[in-house]
């Protein structure tokens, strides 16, 4: 199977939506840890809610992405599966990874935030230049990070979960990882390229943060029961 379709399209909504939500969570922010800035002026109540608002919005991303991909790879094959599983599976996947995924990101936000105001005291900083910091962190190189990287992962699990469904059948098939082939793979991707799963290679894409890679599936045999 190709690419994702439409993936540059997915990743980009992705962005600009994480970039949304990452800017009110930085007006927030500054309001709550005041002038000067005390990262105890922060209640738990904020991290609770912003965590709760980004991971909504992944989990629904998620979901998109999971079922787009899962549907792309069952057009290709001769045999169908039951699409009501593959819905539930692309629920159960993207809620469970959007909360483990966001619990990381906020306590690295949180920690990053408490490193940011003891700058602020340590190097007699203002109140620009901590805005500054923290609009760094908040900004949209980390919501293109997210976006890059989840929307492959998020493809690949739901290609693996129509996957798992036909070999639930008895169709077995072979994954095989997939490079761009361009000036922008890694070294680290580069030697995997149409690799089967085995050798050299047994955890999905992604393998780093903004790993474009992706498996393709070929059609091995069926096993009769």
Not at 90 to 99: L, M, Q
């Amino acid at each position: 199977m190709a690419e994702l379709n439409d993936r540059m399209d997915w990743e980009g909504d992705l962005a600009r939506e994480l970039g949304k939500i990452e800017r009110a969570h930085l007006g927030r922010l500054l309001e709550e840890l005041g002038d000067p800035p005390d990262i105890n002026n922060v209640p738990a109540s904020f991290w609770t809610e912003t965590g709760e608002e980004l991971q909504a919005a992944l989990s629904r991303n998620f979901q998109g992405i999971y079922t787009a991909a899962a549907q792309q790879i069952l057009d290709a094959q001769p045999i169908g599966v039951d699409w009501g599983i593959v819905n539930q599976n692309a629920i159960n996947w993207a809620r469970r990874y959007s909360f483990d995924l966001v619990q990381g990101i906020t306590e690295t936000t949180r920690r990053a935030v408490s490193d940011a105001v003891a700058a602020f005291f340590e190097q007699q900083q203002t109140i620009g230049d901590l805005r500054a910091a923290l609009s760094e962190l908040y900004g949209p190189v980390r919501a293109d990070l997210i976006a890059s990287t989840e929307v492959t992962r998020a493809a690949v699990q739901g290609e693996l979960s129509v996957v798992n469904e036909l070999a639930s059948q008895g169709v077995q098939m072979e994954a095989i990882w997939r490079t761009s082939e361009d000036e922008l793979v890694c070294p680290l991707c580069g030697p995997l390229a149409d690799k089967v799963e085995g050798d050299g290679w047994n955890e999905p894409p992604p393998l780093h943060p903004r790993c474009r890679c992706w498996l393709s599936h070929e059609f091995v045999g069926v096993t009769v029961g």
